[in-house]
């Protein structure tokens, strides 16, 4: 774009979910009492850049412009907020007034809060900023602290600690080289093993098909059986990152202010929200443009929802869509926004109020306080988990036997690994996402197997999704063992994870 006297534009990008919409940040300076005006839908904190952009500029020792300054943030219905167009604000204005030469502005883009002494601040959403920007080949410029975050893309990224050290990259004949990107700090993270949990030996057979497949979880058992230490060690089981995920988890984070690139590169999300967490916080929400809730924060990763029942009805609710879609829409009036969810669930419940064993006489529930507990999880809610597990309490002996706590059999990844990458050889993705149509292939049983699985549909009454997830859960069983085709054991296994849910969706 060409720049006159008086006039000039600097590319910044806006923030929109996970989304960075392109900005142009265009400067006038006329004429007349000196004024500074922002216009283009900002919001409160960027209408507040008039001060920060000024003090910023006098104390790098420079003449802050004695004219009439209009700011234009375009396009002008796209909603601005957060202090990311400070720094592209304050070159404008000095590209306007001839301070700094413009001959680079057209291949930049910039983003960064300043502070009053000209310091670059980092913003939320950097990595995405930068993933636009390579996109339409202008390299990106950003406080130092994004820098490793911008940089996950692959592309060279501009970091400057201080506004002079932009206007120095402005004023150079060409570009500089990209600095190397300084090593991320890899915080020491203790990978939390199966064979740590005592006895369980029906649920760690479980846990290690969900891993297997990426199956839904949910343990029934009383306090104490371990059924949240079994939940924590899930992420332990499951394969690192790859570069395109680890990506995708540090956009989610980075737009929700949440940033540390050691732990996220290093694991995948484990989240564990407390029951008392708001539909808002649990699925995503916030006024103007809604913050990424639990279920994203969890994507490529588990959510692990501790006291199901005590969750509120509406926020468990909300989470049947993305169970399915793998993604949530926040509609508000300013717009939608798009997250994704793609995550693991696994949750925990005791099987009655008092948080007894009920199977057993210790018991002081009535049956029917025990149904109304259950009946707080809606029937279409348990039909989306596949795999539904007991876990009783521990034998005291088996508890103090410290005989029980190793053993190979309890190293499970080896065969995880290579059960998920035969699943993406074969499907494209794992188990848990073959489409209806694929299951005829992939999930083919004989007509003996048939007979039987219809059998069981008939007297457990599972709806088609359940019957669909049985076979999913009996092709995991299957590659787990490296079988080419499902056979009966894994059938029968694969129904026994849901036989705990009767037709009303209560557990037995």
């Not at 760690?204 to 939940?231: D, E, N, Q, S, V």
């Amino acid at each position: 774009m060409a720049q006159s006297q008086g006039v000039a534009c600097v590319y910044a990008r806006a923030q929109r979910g996970i989304d960075a919409p392109s900005v142009a940040i265009e400067a006038h300076l006329s004429s007349g009492l000196p004024g500074f005006s922002i216009v283009g839908l900002p919001e409160t904190a960027v209408r507040e850049a008039r001060d920060r952009v000024k003090s910023a500029i006098q104390n790098s020792n420079l003449e802050f412009p004695s004219a009439r300054i209009t700011i234009n943030l375009a396009p002008a219905d796209l909603p601005k907020q957060g202090g990311r167009f400070d720094l592209g604000i304050a070159l404008a204005i000095l590209a306007a007034a001839g301070i700094v030469p413009t001959r680079h502005l057209d291949s930049l883009e910039v983003l960064g809060e300043l502070g009053l002494f000209g310091a670059v601040r980092p913003v939320a959403g950097a990595l995405s900023a930068a993933m636009a920007a390579a996109r339409v080949g202008r390299r990106l410029l950003v406080g130092t602290a994004n820098h490793r975050e911008a940089s996950l893309t692959g592309d060279a990224v501009l970091p400057v600690a201080h506004l002079t050290d932009a206007l120095a990259l402005l004023r150079a004949a060409s570009i500089p080289e990209a600095p190397p990107v300084p090593a991320t700090p890899t915080p020491a993270v203790r990978i939390l093993e199966l064979r740590d949990v005592r006895g369980q030996a029906a649920a760690k057979r479980a846990l290690t098909i969900a891993a297997a497949g990426g199956h839904h979880l949910l343990f029934t058992g009383p306090p104490g059986a371990g059924k949240t230490m079994l939940a924590q060690r899930l992420p332990g089981l499951l394969p690192p990152l790859t570069d395109a995920e680890a990506r995708d988890v540090v956009r989610i984070h980075s737009a929700s202010g949440e940033i540390e690139l050691g732990r996220l590169l290093q694991r995948r999300p484990f989240r564990e929200p407390h029951h008392s967490a708001s539909l808002a916080a649990l699925i995503g929400g916030g006024s103007h443009i809604p913050r990424p809730g639990e279920i994203s924060l969890a994507h490529h990763g588990v959510l692990f929802l501790d006291e199901l029942p005590e969750f509120d009805r509406r926020s468990l609710e909300a989470l049947r869509q993305p169970l399915e879609g793998r993604g949530v829409t926040l509609a508000r009036a300013s717009g939608h926004v798009h997250y994704p969810a793609n995550f693991q669930l696994v949750a925990a419940m005791n099987p009655c109020a008092g948080g007894r064993d009920c199977q057993s006489n210790g018991c002081r529930c009535s049956p029917g306080q025990q149904r109304r507990y259950r009946s707080r999880l809606s029937g279409p809610l348990l039909d989306r988990i596949d795999l539904h597990v007991r876990v009783p309490a521990l034998d005291p002996k088996e508890l103090l036997n410290s005989d029980t706590r190793h053993g190979s059999d309890e190293t499970p990844q080896t065969a995880i690994r290579d059960a998920r990458e035969l699943q993406q050889r074969r499907n494209g993705g794992l188990n848990r996402d073959l489409a209806a149509a694929q299951l005829d292939d992939i999930c083919r049983l004989s007509r003996p197997d048939r007979e039987l699985l219809g059998r069981a549909v008939d007297k457990l009454t599972l709806s088609a999704r359940g019957c669909h997830r049985v076979l999913r859960v009996a092709r995991t069983i299957a590659d787990l063992d490296g079988s080419p085709h499902i056979r009966r054991p894994d059938l029968t296994e694969a129904l026994s994870y849901r036989s705990l849910v009767d037709a009303a969706g209560e557990i037995d």
